[in-house]
């Protein structure tokens, strides 16, 4: 006969199991949400300089949670716009919470400011954390051959941007937005079709140049966006951020616009 084994209880002294941990002696609540315990007032709150979105505490753009206030790690400093900058200025802060360089041959991650542009279209289909970007006077001898027509190449979850003859790079994320917008495309095929997505881009450009870009003509209410080829989502996505800049000439017609942003949506765009 099986004899069970009762379970030993523990008189240990101890804080509630019910969201409750032990903090310089004292028993406190676990906050949630990205709030903190304010030990004077007995309760929850967001840090200092953060604000209350959707039931989580946010701090400004590109600043994290330092001390209990939002502000910028050791080797970075505040703008008056209220946004990181680095001390060495051929380097910008990235989402990987440091400073990388510009021009670097292991590539930089996006910028806090790249990634929300990027968040506009995409949402959260990205794992943005994954994505380099690799232009300028870091660039490789791989990179210098994907880019030798003048084009940006994503390449796996690597961006490559060209160079101007000087090596300085083409790609100002400030002024190119919406050529980074196409190239988070192909990052987005990538990391959901995998290979096959090299071998659809690939095929398009042997076989049809830059007519694989071209879309106008197919655009119609019953396509959804899987039925376009991987140049032709990027430029769908290139174009509509375009028009939502402003900036697209001539601007998309009110048809066009309505079956983009349908097509985006049901593709789990736009949220």
């Not at 009762?6 to 709030?35: F, I, M, R, T, Y």
């Not at 946004?83 to 051929?90: G, I, L, N, Q, S």
């Not at 870091?138 to 994907?146: E, N, Q, S």
Request: hydrophobic letters at 30%; aromatic letters at 8%.
């Amino acid at each position: 006969m099986q004899v069970k084994k009762d379970k030993l209880l523990s008189n240990a002294c101890g804080c509630p199991p019910d969201g409750h941990k032990p903090v310089n002696g004292k028993c406190e609540p676990v906050c949630l949400g990205g709030k903190i315990w304010n030990a004077a007032l007995r309760q929850c709150e967001c840090p200092e300089g953060a604000t209350l979105v959707e039931g989580k505490c946010q701090c400004p753009l590109g600043q994290i949670v330092v001390d209990k206030k939002c502000g910028c790690p050791a080797d970075q400093t505040l703008t008056a716009e209220g946004k990181r900058a680095c001390a060495d200025k051929d380097k910008v802060p990235t989402i990987a919470e440091k400073c990388e360089p510009k021009d670097s041959k292991e590539g930089r991650s996006l910028t806090f400011e790249e990634m929300e542009t990027a968040k506009k279209i995409f949402g959260d289909t990205i794992d943005y954390n994954k994505v380099k970007i690799i232009t300028g006077k870091g660039m490789t001898f791989w990179g210098k051959i994907l880019t030798l027509t003048g084009s940006a190449v994503t390449w796996g979850n690597t961006i490559y941007f060209p160079n101007n003859k000087d090596g300085s790079s083409q790609y100002d994320s400030k002024l190119n937005a919406d050529w980074l917008m196409h190239e988070m495309t192909h990052i987005y095929q990538r990391q959901n079709d995998g290979l096959l997505y090299i071998l659809k881009a690939i095929w398009e450009h042997l076989t049809k140049g830059d007519a694989a870009y071209e879309y106008q003509n197919a655009l119609a209410s019953d396509k959804v966006f899987k039925d376009f080829g991987v140049e032709q989502q990027a430029a769908i996505v290139q174009d509509y951020y375009l028009d939502l800049l402003g900036k697209k000439d001539p601007p998309l017609t009110s048809e066009q616009k309505e079956i983009m942003e349908k097509m985006l949506r049901d593709a789990g765009f736009l949220k």
